[in-house]
């Protein structure tokens, strides 16, 4: 039997699809290169903006395509979702795709073995199942080895922030974190299978709180300097950030710790302090601008990057100045820039002074100009420098590898196989905006 999994949407997602697929190859299925030569077909999907979720439901319209293409040849074909659309919307699966086999939330898609088993014995109907269990799916996955240099490991899930914009509170319950024995277990066994690099990830990572062996209630930089002491690994990251979640030890590792990359994603998502209200945000544009100055103290070479919110239900363009004084003022190296967009159930979407679509693109063209014309000077400061990168995907052409330097720059360069899923010195030679090439330096890869 062959599986084919399609994934929208966040990091977690990517995590989340490969444990799925680490639960059906220890059932006894292989990967299917395309949907056609699939058995099993599945759409991790994510509800973030309306865009991402209508692309889920539009994509499976050819899936059904593909299902009746193959019953025609006798082959049968189990189509499945999982993720965030599913636990926001489980009530109009069945009736907008009624040829969707299960339907399973974020948080059960532990149980795939049993719901497979039972679309054995019943076909016909959608089997859903959007429980917020009280046991933690982590305690049920089969053990997680690396795929490559570069691993995701999520430390923590769920959100009791409730931004009134996002869903995620909604789709992936309240926040979790797992016990600090079994993150370090599952990042010694990746390590020990290849990852030279692991990204730790939450959708509030740094409001990590979890029990060490003792019992204890520990932080995220209790974790972070667990972490560092694994033979073999280089590098860690962590995302993403709330930002009033940033306390002084986790500021400390950002000194003190050489593997811990200098690079982090703190979401402001708009500069004016009114918006910042409006949206539930529990910082003002100040409290987040000391909080940099602190992190560039502790760790001077520190790059920034954010996710930003554009038309927010009475974002002004005074407010919308705000948002570009911060940029200019912080100068991030990389960022994320969206168009607010309503979604059903969330306080913000009910507000009477929403923006129009017109100033909300125009903003939005504006914002990522900015942002593109600092990415842009980065990379360009960045030719004629040397730097590690880890050379985890393989590029279009025979020969060239694509990597990341520490501050997640995208990088070029032609490389023989020795060098693949390894950290390599590489002089950069040539910038754009989105990605870098380089040469290797004659040397050993570490
Ligand atoms: N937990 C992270 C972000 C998770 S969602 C944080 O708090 O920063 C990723 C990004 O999507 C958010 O940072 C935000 O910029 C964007 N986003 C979330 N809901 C949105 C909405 N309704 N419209 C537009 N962008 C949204
Ligand atoms: Fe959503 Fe806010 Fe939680 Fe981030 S902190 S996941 S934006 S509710
Ligand atoms: Fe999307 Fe869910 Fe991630 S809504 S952004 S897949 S947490």
């Known amino acids: 039997m062959k599986y084919f999994i399609k994934t929208f949407g966040c990091q977690m997602n990517v995590y989340d699809s490969k444990r799925i697929a680490d639960i059906l190859h220890n059932i006894g299925y292989t990967e299917a290169h395309t949907p056609k030569d699939a058995d099993l077909i599945i759409f991790n999907t994510c509800h973030i903006r309306e865009k991402a979720a209508e692309k889920v439901f539009s994509d499976l319209g050819r899936t059904k395509l593909i299902k009746d293409e193959r019953t025609e040849k006798d082959l049968d074909t189990v189509i499945g979702l999982v993720g965030c659309v599913v636990q926001a919307e489980d009530g109009e699966i069945a009736k907008r795709a009624p040829y969707v086999d299960f339907a399973i939330g974020p948080l059960t898609y532990h149980r795939l073995p049993e719901i497979l088993t039972k679309i054995g014995r019943e076909r016909g109907t959608t089997i859903i199942d959007t429980d917020f269990p009280a046991e933690a799916k982590f305690d049920f996955l089969p053990e997680n080895v690396s795929q490559g240099g570069c691993s995701f490991l999520a430390i923590q899930e769920g959100c009791d922030n409730f931004c009134t914009y996002c869903v995620v509170p909604y789709t992936r319950g309240a926040e979790y974190s797992r016990p600090i024995k079994d993150i370090v277990e599952e990042a010694r066994r990746l390590v020990a299978t290849g990852s030279l690099e692991i990204n730790l990830l939450g959708q509030n990572v740094n409001s990590f709180h979890g029990e060490d062996e003792n019992g204890k209630d520990r932080n995220l930089a209790y974790l972070l300097r667990q972490l560092a002491e694994i033979d073999g690994l280089k590098r860690i990251r962590y995302t993403t950030s709330y930002p009033s979640d940033v306390d002084d030890d986790l500021i400390a590792c950002h000194r003190d710790l050489e593997m811990l990359m200098p690079y982090l994603h703190l979401p402001i998502q708009s500069g004016s302090d009114k918006v910042l209200k409006a949206m539930n945000r529990e910082y003002t544009s100040k409290d987040y601008l000391t909080l940099i100055e602190k992190l560039r103290k502790a760790n001077p070479k520190i790059g920034m990057s954010s996710d930003f919110i554009v038309g927010f239900p009475g974002e002004t363009d005074e407010d919308f100045q705000a948002t570009l004084d911060i940029v200019n003022e912080v100068k991030y190296i990389q960022a994320y820039s969206f168009k607010y967009s309503k979604r059903a159930g969330t306080p913000a979407a009910v507000y009477k002074n929403q923006v129009i679509e017109k100033i909300k693109e ?84 570490k």
């Open 362 to 445: 125009e903003r939005l063209q504006i914002l990522q100009d900015l942002l593109f014309s600092y990415q842009l000077k980065f990379n360009k400061e960045s030719v004629g420098k040397i730097m590690p990168v880890l050379f985890d995907m393989k590029g279009r052409h025979k020969g060239q590898f694509l990597g990341r330097t520490p501050y997640m720059q995208n990088v070029h360069a032609n490389l023989d196989d020795t060098y693949f899923n390894k950290i390599v010195d590489v002089k950069l030679i040539d910038a754009t905006t989105n990605s870098l090439s380089g040469e290797i330096v004659a040397g050993k890869a």
